[in-house]
């Protein structure tokens, strides 16, 4: 009887030469390095080297913060990745009032210049990539980065790493939404014009398939929406001006890994040709570069549990291979005890080990693509790339990303994917190992990592004293030109960034938007 793949289809007991009875290699597959990039978009892969390797990492203050950034380094991390607390990410100050509680606490917390100078003290930014996890306040996280690095005499033309900036996703599935759809898309097309000009090396966006995917999507919905947003960017890009071939070489894209392995490297093989597919024949892309998916990949933490944690350990190993084997281009293992509290010091280097392992001890780098031409890897394929289309389909007739998600319609398509399988794991059809299925009767106890309500308190302190040490004159001047080009078409990086020196606070910049565009209400479509 066939079992049912993530994305709805069938998948066979057997597969022989018949299920690639149409398949035509050169077309579909072609060589590594090679449109349609099936195979991966270098070609020699991780026979070169190995890929990066992040740690997901962030929380209370950014001392502490820091210190575990220079534990991860020295364990062997080839990449950080920066995570933010709540308020950070809503362009909130810690002194604000809907940010009590909450300072801290899922990443660490940054409202000023001051706090990204302790955030990074002592690490080398030209030698380091450095993935920032931030969408709404994207623009103000990435100029102070790049104001800390001229302060320690690094030109930003040195610089490598990554914003998260996909907003389009947060009014799908997460939330962390400032301004309506329009205007978060007209930031994002001006970190794309001033990036080309400044930070030549930056990858301007990083759009997200993970957190949809976290929200319930399944594979074909995953890529399929997340292709959809890319359109959407590149899209405003063009009509902002910018040539297809200045700006699409620095997109990049990211995407969970799920225990699935057969279907998840499907997944990854079918995003990248589609992408080359879309950038070549929709935007006249011309530049090899532009037309391949680079992308980040993060296990899943939707997956986790938190009844016997060890065995996430099981878990996370073979989504990483997933995506070892999908050809990702960086890599975040999560941690076995997540699905608990934020990861001790001892759990990241264990989820880190585990990427050792594969890149160092297994022969999954000896080779490229070592499922290509596979009956059941080809056909799997397809078959995702022709359920996404399906998808993106749909989208289209409704005008596109950002009109579809003011209907409502792929966040309604993930829930009732959510909702689903939770029915499944109810009822026993899902099998999660330990939750509904060989669990135990007492847990072992497990010490969980807090941070320090006082972080709080302390970070205010701070945050006070800044703000009366500065020429807040100065500052209410360039917050006032931020204002008025919000009202206009100029780039609003550039006086962003004089604020910002100023001593201006991440709060106060967004609120300067804000005062011009207002925030978004999402509408009721039940």
């Known amino acids: 009887m066939p079992q049912s793949s993530e994305s709805g289809f069938d998948i066979k007991q057997v597969y022989d030469t018949s299920d690639l009875a149409n398949f035509d290699s050169a077309t579909q597959l072609g060589e590594p390095g090679e449109y349609p990039y099936t195979r991966g978009v270098y070609p020699s892969m991780y026979t070169g080297r190995p890929w990066t390797m992040r740690q997901y990492a962030g929380f209370g203050t950014a001392a502490e913060s820091n210190e575990r950034y220079k534990q991860l380094l020295a364990a062997g991390t080839t990449g950080l990745s920066v995570a933010f607390d709540l308020p950070t990410q809503m362009g909130m100050d810690s002194d604000f009032p809907l940010a009590h509680g909450e300072v801290g606490k899922v990443g660490v917390a940054i409202d000023s210049i001051e706090d990204m100078r302790t955030l990074f003290d002592g690490i080398p930014l030209d030698e380091v990539s450095t993935s920032m996890t931030i969408n709404a306040p994207a623009a103000i996280l990435l100029l102070l980065y790049q104001l800390v690095a001229e302060e320690n005499g690094i030109d930003a033309s040195k610089l490598n790493g990554t914003i998260q900036n996909d907003v389009l996703k947060e009014y799908i599935a997460r939330g962390t939404y400032i301004y309506p759809p329009k205007e978060s898309v007209r930031l994002i097309t001006d970190i794309f014009s001033y990036c080309k000009d400044n930070l030549p090396n930056w990858n301007t966006i990083s759009i997200s398939g993970y957190h949809m995917a976290e929200a319930g999507a399944n594979p074909a919905q995953e890529i399929a929406f997340t292709l959809a947003n890319g359109k959407a960017y590149v899209q405003a890009a ?58 980040h990949t993060q296990t899943a933490g939707v997956q986790l549990t938190a009844q016997q944690p060890e065995v996430n350990l099981v878990r996370v190993a073979v989504q990483a291979l997933a995506a070892v084997f999908g050809g990702t281009q960086s890599l975040h293992t999560n941690s076995y005890d997540e699905a608990i509290a ?185």
């Open 238 to 295: 063009i009509d902002a001006g910018l040539d297809v071939d200045e700006f699409a070489p620095r997109l990049a894209f990211f995407f969970v890994s799920r225990t699935s392995i057969l279907e998840e490297v499907a997944k990854f093989r079918a995003a990248r040709r589609m992408w080359a597919r879309i950038m070549r024949d929709e935007f006249g892309a011309k530049n090899p570069k532009s037309r391949m998916l680079r992308f």
């Open 342 to 526: 934020l990861p001790t010091e001892k759990a990241a280097r264990l989820a880190l080990r585990t990427q050792q392992v594969l890149a160092f001890e297994s022969d999954v780098t000896t080779t490229v693509d070592p499922f290509a031409g596979s009956f059941v890897m080809e056909s799997l394929t397809d078959e995702v790339e022709a359920k996404a289309l399906e998808l993106m389909a749909e989208v289209d007739a409704r005008g596109g990303a950002t009109s579809a998600i003011e209907q409502g319609f792929q966040k309604l398509e993930i829930e009732n994917t959510a909702y689903s399988i939770a029915q499944q794991i109810d009822a026993g059809e899902r099998i999660v190992v330990g939750v509904n299925k060989f669990t135990v009767e007492h847990e072992d106890v497990y010490e969980p990592l807090r941070v320090n309500p006082a972080i709080e308190a302390e970070q205010v302190a701070r945050l006070d004293l800044l703000k009366a040490k500065r020429d807040n004159d100065e500052v209410t001047r360039l917050l006032a030109q931020i204002s008025e080009t919000a009202k206009g078409d100029g780039n609003l990086l550039y006086p962003m960034r004089d604020a910002l020196k100023a001593h201006a606070t991440v709060g106060e910049v967004s609120d300067a938007l804000r005062d011009v565009w207002g925030t978004y209400t999402p509408k009721d479509f039940f």
